[in-house]
């Protein structure tokens, strides 16, 4: 069975320096991986997405990820943050399409 | 416009009176889904349709239905609400061979 972890439930970060919001997963079959934001009182978006190809992955606002398949692992940065990426970020994988979700990172901006 | 909507976004309601939550897209899309999204859970996997007249059970079925006449409509059915089913719902969409998932805004349901 698939599952995900993101290993932090908040991530304290003053304004304008880098982040890294953590995902690893489980899975003995290939997936494809997601990060979606939802900014607060809103839906959730989808912010990038690893299907195949080159394992670092560009998304919208100046995010990036790297999949990493030896650490199971696909971690989301962002080199300087903006009191704007105040949101809670979560991590999803799929081999089909059932997505498995972790339950969620809030990014806390610090000006 | 490519969306997924839903009807109503905010819901209070009583315990035992039985409520519909519409769902509804406008991409063609063949698979659809119901999540309920509470704090420090995540997003937990109601129920989920392949295609019109296929759905099956998600996660967290216990105390709601669907149904899926038509490819285009998803909707939730709480038969008998119960206080532990308030949350934030979401319905979504997946099409193509992207796997990427299109949601509604939500709807809040408060059951007291």
């Known amino acids: 069975a698939q599952s995900v972890t993101q290993l932090d439930s908040q991530v304290p970060v003053f304004e304008e320096a880098p982040v890294e919001l953590r995902c690893n997963y489980s899975s003995s079959v290939s997936v494809y991986l997601f990060w979606y934001v939802q900014y607060p009182n809103q839906g959730l978006q989808l912010l990038l997405k690893?299907?195949?190809?080159s394992t670092l992955v560009k998304g919208i606002n100046g995010f990036e990820a790297e999949f990493n398949k030896s650490q199971t692992s696909f971690h989301l940065r962002k080199p300087s943050v903006h009191i704007s990426d105040t949101a809670e970020y979560f991590c999803?994988?799929?081999?089909?399409?059932?997505?498995?979700w972790g339950a969620g990172t809030k990014l806390i901006i610090k000006p | 416009e490519a969306q997924v909507t839903q009807n109503p976004r905010y819901l209070i309601t009583v315990t035992g009176k039985k409520l519909t939550v519409t769902c509804s897209q406008n991409m063609n899309h063949e698979y659809m889904s119901w999540y309920r999204q509470d704090p420090g859970l995540g997003l937990r996997q109601i129920y989920y349709?392949?295609?019109?007249?296929?759905?099956d059970k998600g996660d967290v079925p216990e105390g709601y239905k669907v149904s899926r006449k038509e490819k285009r409509n998803f909707p939730l059915i709480l038969e008998s609400p119960s206080p532990n089913q308030t949350s934030l719902y979401f319905c979504?969409?997946?099409?193509?061979?992207?796997?990427?998932?299109?949601f509604g805004p939500g709807t809040r349901l408060t059951v007291t």
């Open positions: 690893y299907l195949s190809g």
């Open positions: 349709s392949m295609n019109v007249e296929v759905t």
């Open positions: 999803a994988v799929t081999s089909n399409y059932q997505l498995i």
């Open positions: 979504a969409s997946i099409g193509g061979n992207s796997y990427e998932q299109y």
